[in-house]
């Protein structure tokens, strides 16, 4: 809090815990407007730490919420800061055919599962259609189900992807899954049993990682969905389906429905996460709805 009378100063030998409002900052205006006859002279101000407080981004939630009818352009700001990405960095992806024909342009995506922190830890509970907005703010889009397809089928195209060391010995990497962690990671996670590489290497030479285990993430249905990115009636002959190289659960391809689904209004998953075991895998499909946000999902950018 700003210094003001009602205030006191804070006491070094109390914890943080056992102390309410104190005087930390000392605020002033840039238009002068604080300043001795002003209108906002005496004025009290609260000051919130987006980076390291927990509980200061729900509040300022509640205050944009709050102040958007009044304010749209502030509220939209506040939202902004909350809801900020770190990036980091991008890898390309080659131009890739799918085996139906499907040529998938060449893209950027996100080198790491999207995240709010430094250390690179996954944004999870968040929801699909946040999901979205997040990547639309940053100037980027939510990871599609076509571009999803192409980077596993490049995957899968590499040798040094195959824990045999040849494309079909061993199976594919399946990343971060056999619940040696309860959480989702950062980027500086190094796991134990070399089984859980969390890496993948694409055909140009670029590293993508978490593309299977760790935490899912959201996609946007660009096969057989709606306007909303959100699944309908997935066909068993659907490229969601039959661009994987085995069957569900076969040599890392992860699971996924073989005779097609009726998924309707739901948001695809791909990928899985900590503890999915063998399930997890580059091409692991399944759904959740749009709304539900849980500590296992989150999400890529793409642009």
Not at 37 to 48: I, K, M, S
Not at 64 to 70: H, I, L, V
Not at 85 to 113: H, N, R
Not at 152 to 159: G, S
Request: charged share 25%.
């Amino acid at each position: 809090m700003q210094k003001a009378t009602a205030f006191a100063e804070r006491d070094p030998a109390t914890p943080a815990t056992e102390q309410g409002l104190i005087h930390k900052f000392n605020v002033s205006r840039v238009d002068g407007r604080d300043a001795p006859g002003g209108d906002r002279h005496g004025a009290r101000y609260f000051v919130l730490d987006l980076d390291h407080d927990p509980h200061a981004k729900p509040a300022l939630r509640a205050y944009a919420e709050s102040c958007e009818d009044n304010y749209p352009q502030l509220a939209a700001d506040l939202l902004a800061q909350i809801d900020r990405i770190e990036l980091g960095a991008f890898v390309t992806v080659p131009e890739t055919t799918l085996p139906s024909g499907l040529v998938v342009p060449a893209f950027q995506a996100s080198q790491y599962l999207c995240s709010q922190s430094k250390d690179g830890a996954p944004w999870v509970e968040i929801n699909y259609h946040d999901a979205r907005a997040a990547c639309e703010r940053a100037d980027t889009r939510l990871i599609t189900e076509t571009q999803a397809l192409a980077i596993a089928h490049d995957i899968a195209q590499q040798d040094i992807n195959w824990t045999g060391g040849k494309v079909g010995e061993g199976s594919i990497y399946q990343g971060l899954r056999k619940g040696s962690v309860s959480a989702a990671q950062g980027s500086s996670l190094e796991p134990i049993d070399p089984d859980e590489r969390r890496w993948h290497l694409l055909s140009n030479g670029e590293r993508i990682y978490d593309f299977a285990g760790n935490a899912f993430t959201w996609v946007f249905d660009d096969v057989q969905g709606d306007e909303q990115g959100l699944t309908t009636r997935i066909a068993a002959d659907s490229i969601s389906l039959t661009t994987a190289p085995l069957p569900s659960l076969e040599k890392g391809m992860g699971w996924r429905p073989q005779d097609g689904a009726n998924w309707s209004g739901f948001a695809l998953l791909r990928g899985g996460y900590w503890d999915s075991r063998s399930r997890a895998g580059v091409f692991y499909l399944s759904n959740d709805w749009p709304d539900y946000e849980r500590g296992s999902v989150g999400f890529r950018c793409t642009k």
